[in-house]
């Protein structure tokens, strides 16, 4: 007990600094060591010796290190942290290199970034004009892209307006859908960037409808998507259009026999789910120049993949 006390008292001094260490010898401190540790216990001095060197030293300073290296680090983060950086490195946070990065991974095209920059031009100040024509649109799509017209940062041409969207992951689908309905031409150039070479019938328009959300009711709209999108599959793959009889026609139809094949087995409420048999003979029935097998694999494909229009 009383070496119990002892050390008790001796680690207190070592909290207060009372101490001095001289007067210790070697060799009982080896022994006490060597007690605390085969009783499981922690040198309390040690403990606070460690955590103050680490309070010292603090987190690393990105100044002392390569710019390479301190732009890559930053280049980790987003844009409100990339903000609160600059607040201790100024220089490094605010580097251009970092903005622009932030500005094309979140709006990939932009008319503005092909254009001679004026004096005092800032990435930085892009992304937040950036974010807030987003915001904007978001709420109303024409006066979005009447924010992003009158600053320059899109020409007022169709083409323009259908890139933007095709690399833009920021705009509310909804408020899309809406703006793509009222200008078909943007629709129109929209469907023109998509390439679906060599891709499977379902693959494609799942891909498709990432883009180009489908209304959830059907309509003139739906039809008008399906119709695009069969001309340009066909479009970019005549090869395989021609071996298996592909026609605009036919692929209009395959798509709207998936869409209801997707409804049916997906559907909690349909109990009774079609069956690969019951799709081939309804699908051929309206496109009989398609081979049954090519039917089927559609079939296999929503089976185990899932909706095309989710």
């Known amino acids: ?27 009982h401190d080896s022994n006490m060591n060597h007690r605390r540790h085969t009783q499981g216990g922690m040198d309390l001095y040690h403990l606070l010796k460690a955590r103050k060197a680490k309070d010292q030293q603090g987190f690393i300073n990105l100044e002392m290190l390569p710019p390479e290296l301190s ?22 946070a605010n580097d251009e290199l970092l903005w622009q990065g932030l500005c094309k991974s979140t709006w990939g095209h932009c008319s503005i970034y092909k254009k001679r920059h004026p004096p005092g031009f800032s990435y930085r100040n892009l992304y937040m004009r950036l974010d807030e024509g987003s915001l904007t649109f ?111 026609d036919a692929v209009y139809v395959l798509c709207y026999s998936l869409i209801l094949l997707s409804i049916d087995l997906a559907s909690p409420h349909v109990k009774n789910k079609m069956s690969k048999r019951e799709f081939i003979r309804n699908t051929r ?3 009989q120049n398609i081979s049954e097998e090519f039917v089927g694999h559609l079939y296999d494909n929503i089976y185990l993949v899932g909706h095309v229009a989710v």
Not at 1 to 27: C, K, P
Not at 82 to 88: G, W
Request: hydrophobic share 40%.
């Open 138 to 248: 978001n709420a109303n799509s024409q006066e979005g892209i009447e924010y992003f017209l009158s600053r320059g940062i899109l020409d007022d041409s169709p083409k323009e307006i259908a890139k933007f969207i095709f690399c833009t992951r920021t705009l509310n689908w909804k408020k899309l859908r809406i703006y793509l309905d009222e200008r078909r031409d943007v629709l129109d150039e929209l469907v023109t960037l998509h390439n679906f070479s060599n891709q499977f019938l379902p693959n494609a328009l799942r891909e498709f409808f990432r883009h180009i959300h489908a209304p959830e009711e059907r309509g003139e709209y739906l039809e008008t998507l399906i119709t695009k999108f069969s001309h340009r599959f066909c479009a970019c793959n005549p090869t395989l259009a021609r071996d298996l009889g592909l026609s605009p």
């Open 71 to 92: 732009l890559t680090i930053l280049s980790y983060l987003n844009a409100t942290d990339l903000c609160l950086a600059s607040c201790v490195w100024q220089d490094l």
């Open 1 to 27: 007990m009383g070496q119990g006390l002892w050390r008790v008292a001796r680690n207190q001094q070592y909290q207060q600094g009372f101490i001095d260490h001289s007067f210790l010898s070697t060799e």
């Open 285 to 287: 029935r309206a496109a």
